[in-house]
């Protein structure tokens, strides 16, 4: 049987150490801010902005909420994008992803002052982490990392397998894996064989998006399995992209989904929020 890691726990226990360094700031006369835009009625996206503003106000942060209606014109998001980052009393700016199909997602997220870019998704920013300098670091990929850190797993040396190469999860999530000294792969859609790469895998990262895609035979004895997977199954329950139920008794440490990678992804925005403010201070 293996270890389910508790992602509740460890973003309670960060939180509480976000909490003190908001509280400091706050003694400073500084109230970090984060705006949140949300474009149009995708209930997945409701929740997820739910969340980020609960967890803003469960370590003090104040958080604004731009909902905007499904029709909203992609200039009328660059000028509020625009607008705010202006507002000194603005620290961080995220736009809720995916937006309506017409308004172009890259343009938006161009608008957004690289200073205040706690999504990590700007491209000065991603040139930035490429090169291992960045201010800022993409929510998912740090909150594994953090989440491994904190097991005592220390991927240096190991074989570390993601499968997906999206620009939020899979492609950072290999650029702080190599920078942590892993010797990483990259699987995705057109990989062929795929299982004789996450075979190999100590550490395998699953963010492709399929409902329990990841089964037994697909999975080295004692690996460490994360979760990055938020699906339905045929029930309509929440799961991950591993066969949970399955894959649980062949690793030696897997991430449930929910309650693993998803409370940590927040946990870093906050993170990101932080040393945004942190960085007007300086
Ligand atoms: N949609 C799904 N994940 C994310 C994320 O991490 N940031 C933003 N802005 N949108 C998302």
């Keep these: 049987m293996s270890k389910i890691i508790d992602g509740k726990s460890i973003r309670d226990k960060e939180l509480k150490l976000y909490k003190n360094r908001v509280d400091e700031l706050k003694a400073n006369g500084l109230l970090p801010c984060l705006a949140v835009i949300l ?31 499904e029709e909203t014109s992609e200039s009328e998001v660059i000028n509020l994008v625009k607008t705010l980052n202006r507002d000194i009393g603005v620290h961080g700016i995220l736009c809720q992803l995916p937006l309506p199909g017409h308004i172009d997602k890259e343009k938006v997220i161009n608008t957004i002052s690289p200073m205040k870019d706690v999504d990590c998704f700007h491209p000065e920013n991603v040139g930035k982490l490429f090169l291992g ?91 460490v399995v994360i979760d990055v997977g938020m ?35 927040i946990t870093m925005l906050i993170k990101n929020t932080i040393t945004a403010a942190q960085a007007q201070i300086n």
């Design 39 to 69: 474009v149009g009625n995708d209930p997945a996206s409701r929740v997820y902005v739910n969340n980020k503003k609960k967890a803003c106000e469960n370590v003090g942060i104040k958080s604004l909420e731009f909902a905007l209606p």
């Design 133 to 223: 300098k960045s201010h800022f670091v993409p929510c998912t990929p740090m909150g594994i990392m953090t989440m491994l850190k904190y097991e005592g797993i220390d991927v240096s040396g190991k074989h570390c397998v993601i499968i997906g190469r999206s620009d939020i999860v899979g492609k950072p999530m290999a650029l702080l894996m190599l920078q942590s000294n892993a010797t990483v792969t990259v699987c995705h859609s057109k990989t062929s064989n795929l299982s004789s790469y996450t075979k190999q895998a100590d550490i395998l990262v699953s963010a492709v998006g399929k409902a329990k895609f990841v089964k037994k035979d697909m999975v080295k004895s004692g690996a």
């Design 231 to 265: 699906n339905k199954d045929e029930t309509g329950k929440l799961c991950g992209d591993i066969d949970f139920d399955e894959v649980k008794d062949i690793c030696s440490v897997i991430t449930p989904v929910p309650g693993g990678v998803g409370p940590m992804t």
